[in-house]
């Protein structure tokens, strides 16, 4: 089963930003940016019964912990030791079986078009602050990231 | 972070320092250069999300990176240099001024970075081998299709090159 996430993180209004392309200065340049829902699964359904704190098992998230090149535009990407943000048990810092695994995600970079224009990251929720961005003020970015999950894989729950 | 209107901050006058002095709103003035008003260090983040955690208002504090493809930018072949946030699983985050708190989403984010040979030149020589420099040593990528009966079972026998047994009842290992 591939899951793919449509909220391609850009907000680029891509009329300014193919102009805007010829001032980029020289340096390190953010040239795309593409997030995740929070909320959403992973493909591990089996794991998707609720941990201790009541979070589900499967849920998407804390892959910042480890990201590696595998060829093309494939990643591999690790999640750590699972939600132990939502304390439950002090004494074991909220420890939860979550089982690791690892997710394999096609990191596709596209050039921006002009129809592109207009496009904005789903995952933007109206905010109290009007016009927030985060993080970055994206808009002109010259790629557009579309992340897709492909497998999550094999882990083993912790004794 | 910042945002094209002006901020809410808390009420001039209201507060004073230690020496009595009555201190203002706090609202950050319009930026001269691109008219934006930016958050000052009088916004911080707090609540469901200790400092320093995952925060989609700003580059993450904690994230890991890995090299990806090179792309072409402006006719230049550019490496790329991805790195992810750890939102920790949590859906939201809070983030508060001094009049109320504002819940946000915080999804795993995903950033590329495009950079070059000059980039790496204007790291300077320090901290680096014989002082020769940063350079940019793509690494080839070896990627094996196994067969379809490659199966777990058999993996680490293979990884020690030892025969395996193979619980079709083929022969052993390939």
Redesign the interface.
Known sequence: MIRKFVNR?LMAAAAAAIPA??A?A??????????????YEDLSNQTAGPLENG?PGN???????????????T?L?L??R?????EYASSIDSTVSYIDRFHTLN?R?LPATPSDAGVQDS???P???????????VAGL??I?T?TLRLSCCGARRP | ?????P?SYGKAGAFTDDNGKAIGSGAPSLNAVNHRSYFTGRTTISS??PPG????????T????????D?S??GQT?H?????????????FVLDDEL?S?V????????????DQ??LN?LGTESTAGNQGWKYVAQP?V?EQFPDFFSPEQFPSFLFGLPAFNPRGGFPFF
Not at chain 1, 82 to 86: I, K, R, Y
Not at chain 1, 127 to 137: N, Q, R, W, Y
Not at chain 2, 62 to 69: L, N, S, T, V
């Open positions: 993180s392309l010829s980029y020289a340096g390190p340049d953010l040239i795309a940016a593409a997030s995740l829902p929070a909320t979070m849920r998407l998230g804390g892959i910042g912990s480890s990201i590696a090149y595998a060829g093309g535009d990643f990407m999640p750590d699972g939600p132990n943000a939502l990191l970079l995952n933007t929720t905010t109290a602050v009007p016009g927030l961005m985060a993080p970055f003020d010259p790629f990231l992340p | 972070l910042w945002s094209p209107t901020l469901t999300v955690r995952a925060c989609r208002a700003g580059l993450p904690r994230a890991r990176k890995a090299f990806g493809q792309v930018l402006n550019k790329t240099l991805y790195l992810s946030s750890d939102n920790d699983f949590l859906a939201t109320q504002h946000y989403d915080n999804p795993s984010k995903i950033f590329v970075f495009a950079f000059g980039d204007a990528l990627t």
